[in-house]
């Protein structure tokens, strides 16, 4: 199966565009303010319109409800709804029943330990991704740039597929592929020039290091 390559965190046509030409899988919009990379549902309609048929869209929120989901996706007409809250189960399931959309949710992970609720969240979620944990006084839960210690993804049985983010960049994707055999590498922080300012030059280069990664795991 392809690596799947996700672009998180574009606001602006420019660098939407160099994601989509430069053959991104995923691309992901921010809908929660306390982010740089928060964007508006004005913005994020003319962005979907931008991305449609090219590449999955994706919606992040963090905790949100259902008015908000709702205005997320008449707008943006996302593919798929990707959650870095404290959602429950029940929550999830509510959410996949309401609007019909497969979720991905965020696990946040600094030991195996955080590994835990991985279950519970695999029997209802479509895919799971796996993220830095954020320091207790941060003020939202990812696109930190953190890493963390991916050998506790290695040998990891999972019926669902699963990708990896957290401090990805160009010059780790390649390692983190190969220790987490992850089918999708997630990035954001690790292709700006500052926090919420994405650069052409930083996507293409990571899509095309992941690209290279991807061969290297298959040989």
Sequence with gaps: MSLLVKICG??????????????ADMVG?????P???????????????QARGRALKVALTVGADDATFENIVETLRPDLLQLHGRESIARIR?????????????IPVETAADLAP??????????????????????????????FDWHVLEGLKLDRPFMV???LSADNVAEAVRTTRAGGVDVSSGVERTPGVKDCDLI???????RAAEELSVQ
């Design 118 to 147: 991985l279950a519970g969240y695999a029997d209802v979620c479509d895919r799971i991704l796996f993220d830095a944990r954020a320091p207790k006084d941060a003020t939202r839960p990812g696109g930190l740039g953190a890493t």
């Design 29 to 33: 919009f921010v809908f929660f303010p």
């Design 204 to 210: 293409r280069n990571f899509i095309r290091a992941a």
């Design 10 to 23: 574009l606001t602006t046509p420019d660098t939407l565009g160099a994601a989509l030409d430069a053959g």
């Design 35 to 49: 982010s740089p990379r928060h964007v508006g549902l004005t913005a994020a309609r003319e962005l979907g319109q």
């Design 165 to 167: 983010s957290g401090g």
């Design 94 to 106: 509510d959410l996949k029943q309401r609007f019909g959309l497969p979720v991905m949710k965020a």
